[in-house]
């Protein structure tokens, strides 16, 4: 049986992202990277996979009152990103992982 962490790892060596979207569907990028094995991996664990991507750890940081100020994203990112051993692999290099579901979505508002 996988685990949401390997399966996680699995598209990782694949060279896939998984994000969670707002409406509940998984961008899986870029599909052509997907084997049926990991196509059918990604279906049979959407929910879970889903759950992972967007719980929140005990270090979450609090919402931004205003999402344009990026100093505030910023800090929001790092104080998230120092706290966390997930986020802290990934920074590191697309070899060692993929953010955890809050530091991605933090990481993808600082860059906007």
Not at 79 to 84: D, I, L
């Amino acid at each position: 049986m996988a685990t949401v962490q390997t399966i996680i790892e699995s598209l990782h060596k694949a060279g896939v992202t998984v994000t969670p979207e707002a409406d509940g569907r998984l961008l899986v990028k870029p599909a052509s990277h997907l084997t049926d094995e990991l196509r059918s991996l990604v279906r049979q664990h959407k929910v879970e996979l889903l759950s992972w991507l967007t719980s929140e750890p005990e270090n979450a940081p609090e919402p931004i009152a205003d999402p344009a100020a990026w100093r505030e994203l910023a800090t929001a990112y790092h104080v998230h990103h120092f706290s966390c051993h997930v986020c802290i692999a990934a920074g590191r290099s697309s070899r060692f992982g993929l953010r955890c579901g809050v530091g991605a979505a933090l990481w993808y508002a600082y860059n906007q």
